[in-house]
């Protein structure tokens, strides 16, 4: 090795510096900047590392040069890297203070550890220049599908050979059925580049969503044109997946475009993925219709949304329920990773005693608060009655109207809601000073006898106690937990208040306070009030 270099003549040098360029994928300055420092440390060795020594190596000519760089200064504190301003003089009559000096040093011969040196501070540099270069093209191919050869497999973790560069399927991303063997080529989908310790880590994936929305803009022209849109993938992989999209022009079928002539575009995307089962499944921008399309193959009867928990309750026939749910749920869960709701199935039978049950709450409800018998109290309800508040909000003529009932009863159970609502906001109020929610909080708009309790229960006792409060502490959060939503119940909820309402109940307590000013928008609007 320390002959080798000693007689290495310049051009052998640009040659050796173009051969690992060219073999690495990286820069041959790169290549060259590694065998300056190489020079650089060698030199030091040499003539002292006190020195500040560079070593340049000229890319036409291959000329190495090496330099001692001595800083003008007025006193000289070190000689190794220092020179007084008088010396510098005579040799650059134009040296200033702060300037460099450089000081031509005669090449030195390599010996046999400073040679060894030399090129264990190349390889490093390189490999390090390698890394970086492998890093830099894979971190622009996030999202893409990439294909290589299975260089090896490791206690089910699959590294793929990619030509310049190595990934990794690890056990979780690889599929259930699927039986690796070194040589095989395999196709997968880059999810994540990251720089690591022992250099650039590929992380592949075949169980991801995305790598069958993918395999299908491979497979369908019309998704690689963006005619047809993937909006949403869904898989239980190597079983089933479900796979929502849409078409941009209405001449076309986006459902169809997917399946292909006699399935063949579906049929290529379920071989790719060892055999799992595809729904494909058109997107539509109302909840319950979608809701609907990704529970198939089972028939709806009916829907009901409740927007504000992403919540949607799905009627079926009683011998659908089980087509509905699918084998260890797998339907439904697919269908609510789909569509991003939580979907909650029950048969009409079971639809049929819950409203029985709400119904019979509603009439307990009325016997307890009117003082009157059951029969009363069904009628009321069956009415579309809902609280004995709406009792005393509509015209007496109005319940009246009831079959049944005259303008005698309608007063009478008139008077009877109120009274109740008298009682109820006397023990509310005693509720209230006795949790010392303030007066403050009382007199702010909005707020009923009910939710002052509910507040003070949770602790926000003043305005600006209720001021400081975020949307989520009034009205609880959802968060979302192996597919599964989890509510978390807030300070008002089950008071029917919306977030829009809670939102503008809180900015108004802070502009009540002085916190922040009234938005620009309301001043127009006081203005033409005054």
Same mark, same amino acid.
């Given at each position: 090795m320390a002959n080798s270099a000693v007689s290495a003549n310049r051009l052998e040098l640009l040659q050796i510096a173009d051969a690992v360029a060219r073999e690495k994928s990286i820069d041959k300055a790169i290549v060259l900047e590694a065998m300056e420092e190489a020079i650089t440390k060698a030199a030091k060795a040499r003539y002292g590392a006190e020195n500040e020594i560079r070593a340049e190596i000229d890319a036409r000519t291959g000329e190495t040069r *090496? /330099?001692? *760089? *001595?800083? $003008? $200064? =007025?006193? +000289? =504190?070190d000689d190794a890297k220092q020179i007084s301003l008088a010396e510098a003089a005579k040799r650059n009559p134009a040296a200033q203070v702060g300037d460099y000096i450089a000081e031509a040093l005669p090449p030195i011969e390599f010996g046999r550890i400073a040679a060894q040196s030399a090129k264990q501070t190349i390889v490093q540099k390189v490999r390090d220049a390698e890394r970086e270069r492998m890093y830099d093209e894979y971190k622009d191919r996030i999202g893409d599908i990439i294909s290589g050869l299975i260089k090896r497999v490791e206690y089910g973790n699959v590294i793929v050979d990619l030509g310049r560069g190595e990934g990794i399927i690890r056990r979780d991303e690889t599929l259930p059925r699927e039986t690796p063997r070194q040589g095989d080529r395999i196709r997968a989908y880059v999810y994540d580049v990251r720089r690591e310790q022992r250099g650039p880590q590929i992380f592949l994936s075949r169980t991801h969503p995305q790598f069958m929305a993918k395999l299908f803009g491979q497979e369908v022209p019309e998704i690689y044109d963006g005619i047809v849109e993937v909006v949403s993938v869904a898989r239980d992989p190597s079983s089933r997946a479900k796979i929502a999209v849409r078409s941009k022009d209405g001449s076309i079928d986006p459902v169809g475009a997917c399946v292909g002539m006699r399935g063949s575009r579906v049929q290529a995307v379920v071989n790719e993925l060892q055999g799992e089962k595809i729904d494909?499944?058109?997107?539509?921008?109302?909840?319950?219709?979608? +809701? +609907? /399309?990704? *529970?198939a193959p089972a028939e709806v009867a009916k829907v009901v949304l409740d927007e504000e928990a992403e919540r949607i309750e799905v009627v079926v026939p009683d011998e659908q329920l089980s087509l509905a749910i699918g084998r260890r749920g797998q339907n439904v869960r697919l269908a609510s990773q789909l569509t991003g709701w939580d979907i909650d199935i029950m048969t009409e039978a079971e639809e049929s005693e819950r409203r029985q049950k709400e119904f019979a709450t509603r009439t307990a409800r009325f016997v307890e608060a009117l003082d009157v018998d059951e029969t009363l109290a069904q009628l009321l309800a069956s009415e579309g009655f809902d609280k004995v508040e709406e009792l005393t909000l509509v015209d007496a003529h109005e319940i009246a109207s009831i079959e049944g009932l005259d303008d005698a009863t309608a007063e009478e159970l008139q008077t009877r809601a109120r009274e109740y609502l008298e009682r109820e906001a006397k023990e509310l109020e005693e509720k209230r000073i006795a949790l010392g929610v303030k007066d403050d909080l009382k007199a702010f708009e909005g707020l009923t006898p009910a939710m002052l309790v509910a507040l003070g229960e949770k602790g926000i006792k003043s305005l600006e106690d209720f001021a400081d409060c975020a949307t989520d502490d009034l009205i609880g959060w959802n968060e979302r937990k192996n597919g599964e939503t989890v509510k978390h119940a807030g300070a008002l909820s089950g008071h029917d208040v919306s977030s829009a309402e809670a939102q503008d109940m809180i900015m108004k307590a802070r502009v009540q306070l002085g916190w922040i000013e009234a938005p620009a928008e309301a001043a127009p609007a006081e203005e033409a009030a005054n």
């Amino acid at each position: 090795m320390a002959n080798s270099a000693v007689s290495a003549n310049r051009l052998e040098l640009l040659q050796i510096a173009d051969a690992v360029a060219r073999e690495k994928s990286i820069d041959k300055a790169i290549v060259l900047e590694a065998m300056e420092e190489a020079i650089t440390k060698a030199a030091k060795a040499r003539y002292g590392a006190e020195n500040e020594i560079r070593a340049e190596i000229d890319a036409r000519t291959g000329e190495t040069r *090496l /330099n001692r *760089l *001595l800083q $003008v $200064v =007025e006193k +000289v =504190e070190d000689d190794a890297k220092q020179i007084s301003l008088a010396e510098a003089a005579k040799r650059n009559p134009a040296a200033q203070v702060g300037d460099y000096i450089a000081e031509a040093l005669p090449p030195i011969e390599f010996g046999r550890i400073a040679a060894q040196s030399a090129k264990q501070t190349i390889v490093q540099k390189v490999r390090d220049a390698e890394r970086e270069r492998m890093y830099d093209e894979y971190k622009d191919r996030i999202g893409d599908i990439i294909s290589g050869l299975i260089k090896r497999v490791e206690y089910g973790n699959v590294i793929v050979d990619l030509g310049r560069g190595e990934g990794i399927i690890r056990r979780d991303e690889t599929l259930p059925r699927e039986t690796p063997r070194q040589g095989d080529r395999i196709r997968a989908y880059v999810y994540d580049v990251r720089r690591e310790q022992r250099g650039p880590q590929i992380f592949l994936s075949r169980t991801h969503p995305q790598f069958m929305a993918k395999l299908f803009g491979q497979e369908v022209p019309e998704i690689y044109d963006g005619i047809v849109e993937v909006v949403s993938v869904a898989r239980d992989p190597s079983s089933r997946a479900k796979i929502a999209v849409r078409s941009k022009d209405g001449s076309i079928d986006p459902v169809g475009a997917c399946v292909g002539m006699r399935g063949s575009r579906v049929q290529a995307v379920v071989n790719e993925l060892q055999g799992e089962k595809i729904d494909i499944i058109q997107w539509s921008p109302d909840v319950a219709s979608f +809701v +609907v /399309n990704a *529970l198939a193959p089972a028939e709806v009867a009916k829907v009901v949304l409740d927007e504000e928990a992403e919540r949607i309750e799905v009627v079926v026939p009683d011998e659908q329920l089980s087509l509905a749910i699918g084998r260890r749920g797998q339907n439904v869960r697919l269908a609510s990773q789909l569509t991003g709701w939580d979907i909650d199935i029950m048969t009409e039978a079971e639809e049929s005693e819950r409203r029985q049950k709400e119904f019979a709450t509603r009439t307990a409800r009325f016997v307890e608060a009117l003082d009157v018998d059951e029969t009363l109290a069904q009628l009321l309800a069956s009415e579309g009655f809902d609280k004995v508040e709406e009792l005393t909000l509509v015209d007496a003529h109005e319940i009246a109207s009831i079959e049944g009932l005259d303008d005698a009863t309608a007063e009478e159970l008139q008077t009877r809601a109120r009274e109740y609502l008298e009682r109820e906001a006397k023990e509310l109020e005693e509720k209230r000073i006795a949790l010392g929610v303030k007066d403050d909080l009382k007199a702010f708009e909005g707020l009923t006898p009910a939710m002052l309790v509910a507040l003070g229960e949770k602790g926000i006792k003043s305005l600006e106690d209720f001021a400081d409060c975020a949307t989520d502490d009034l009205i609880g959060w959802n968060e979302r937990k192996n597919g599964e939503t989890v509510k978390h119940a807030g300070a008002l909820s089950g008071h029917d208040v919306s977030s829009a309402e809670a939102q503008d109940m809180i900015m108004k307590a802070r502009v009540q306070l002085g916190w922040i000013e009234a938005p620009a928008e309301a001043a127009p609007a006081e203005e033409a009030a005054n």
